[in-house]
């Protein structure tokens, strides 16, 4: 049974979920309505059990000191996961924070490769500035594995008849050469011809992150 309740929320944001209700031919009051079973179900809390670590939102929003235990898992992190979260962009920060606070999970390890960090420095740079570009990169680099490629790996990528993109097969081999078990990207279509697992960040968050909890790791 529906029941009518009366709602006051900000203009800007009324008509942008106007707008999000449109798109899916839905009204905005069963918008609304949906929206509320999401919070009031058993994942809503989800976020809150996989809490960001002080220092992702360090690197995130600009220098700061802090230190952790460095732990250890495979994972595999692109480009476009790290610019996410050194400039803070939304939605995909949500996931990839997360992903990078479990750099300081037990039996953890979360890899990149020096390519990656250069486009996520030119990203951050064209955000924040050099200074704080390479803040954040040095403190980013406290807590995750640089992943290199060797003179065999780039024979491979040369080699390998299915590899279009030579960028995308230097990350390819610099996973596969790390044991890592989950490339993360926001383009999984670059990695078709992978045999490594590749995820999105929500993907990864919903697939396995869901599935235990912190301190069972």
Not at 37 to 45: G, I, P, T
Not at 122 to 151: D, H, M, R
Not at 182 to 209: P, R
Request: proline share 2%.
């Amino acid at each position: 049974m529906d029941t009518k309740v009366t709602l006051s929320f900000n203009e800007e944001v009324i008509a942008e979920a106007k707008l999000l209700a449109a798109k899916h031919n839905i009204s905005l009051s069963r918008l609304t309505e949906m929206l509320l079973k999401k919070a009031v179900s058993s994942d809503a809390y989800s976020f809150e059990e996989f809490p960001v670590a002080s220092w992702v939102n360090q690197v995130a929003e600009g220098p700061a000191e802090y230190h952790t235990e460095k732990k250890e898992m495979r994972l595999f992190l692109d480009a476009n996961i790290v610019i996410s979260v050194l400039n803070k962009e939304y939605p995909l920060f949500t996931y990839s924070s997360r992903i990078l606070s479990m750099a300081d999970f037990e039996n953890h390890k979360l890899f990149v490769t020096p390519v990656s960090l250069a486009i996520a420095f030119y990203f951050a740079e064209k955000k924040a500035g050099t200074v704080v570009a390479k803040q954040k990169i040095e403190l980013l680099s406290k807590y995750i594995c640089i992943a290199g490629n060797t003179e065999d790996a780039v024979a491979k990528v040369l080699q390998h008849t299915a590899i279009q993109d030579f960028e995308d097969g230097l990350q390819y081999y610099a996973a596969k050469e790390n044991n890592c078990h989950c490339i993360i990207t926001q383009n999984i279509s670059d990695f078709y011809f992978s045999d490594i697992e590749v995820l999105t960040g929500e993907n990864f968050y919903n697939k396995h992150m869901l599935h235990y909890r912190r301190n069972k790791l």
